[in-house]
């Protein structure tokens, strides 16, 4: 199957500081993708629909100033947490989705483990 | 509204075999799909099964859907230690996110 990237895999920051987390598609362009979130022991919680080129779309409840969305190429997308809280320490997922026109697939990459001291 | 509901846990012993239940509520979905989840780690993709299949089976894991009451299953045969995971069943209405259910805790008890 397809192959998607995240950096860092973890990070430990301190409170205030931003964070910037990468997400690439290796083997394929990507027009959509997508940042998660995931609490211990909790399902995926989708954050943004980040879209090549254009703004990204935020769910409900979600900051977009806290969590900025660039995605700059088909390939790589960004999630950086601003003046990160302790209450952001979290478990950060990007997908990626290939369209191959009869199907689509969302990949996901390995995850950020992200902790705010 | 898009639901996906799913069994939290699931304790087996290593060689049985597992069965993991979803429902889901889009008939629009093309595709549904099975994802696992170890430890620490991102979702990988197990399988899918494009709707106007009722099986597919890939190696260990049979895939049944039965379109009609909206619910999917995957069946793990001689299940391994390995297999211990988070398991997230998928709908993907087309061109939205993907639509995840809680996921189930697969347990296998050596």
């Known amino acids: 199957g397809a192959v998607v990237s995240q950096h860092p895999s973890w990070v430990i920051c301190k409170s205030g500081t931003s964070v910037k987390i990468e997400c690439r598609s290796l083997?394929?362009?990507?027009?959509?993708m997508f940042w998660y979130r995931q609490f211990p022991k909790q399902s995926l919680m989708l954050m943004a629909t980040?879209?090549?080129?254009?703004?990204?779309?935020?769910e409900q409840g979600v900051e977009k100033d806290k969590f900025l969305i660039n995605h700059a190429s088909l390939t790589l997308s960004t999630l950086t947490v601003t003046s990160a809280h302790p209450e952001d320490s979290s478990f950060y997922i990007c997908?990626?989705?290939?369209?191959?026109?009869?199907?689509?697939?969302?990949?996901f990459g390995p995850g950020t483990r992200l902790l705010v001291l | 509204g898009e639901d996906v509901e799913q069994s939290l846990f699931l304790s087996v012993r290593e060689g049985d075999s597992s069965v993991i239940n979803c429902t889901y509520t889009?008939?629009?979905?093309?595709?549904l799909y099975w994802y696992k989840q170890e430890p620490g780690a991102g979702l990988q993709l197990l399988t899918y099964i494009f709707s106007n299949m009722d099986m597919k089976q890939d190696q260990r894991l049979t895939v049944l859907l039965n379109k009609k009451d909206k619910h999917l299953s995957l069946r793990i045969a001689d299940t391994q230690t390995g297999d211990s995971a988070i398991y997230f069943c998928a709908e993907f209405p087309r061109h939205t996110p993907l639509v995840f259910g809680k996921g189930t805790r697969l347990s296998v008890i050596a």
């Open positions: 083997d394929f362009q990507a027009t959509t």
């Open positions: 980040s879209n090549e080129g254009s703004k990204a779309t935020y």
């Open positions: 997908s990626a989705r290939e369209d191959r026109g009869h199907r689509e697939t969302q990949y």
């Open positions: 889009d008939s629009s979905s093309t595709y």
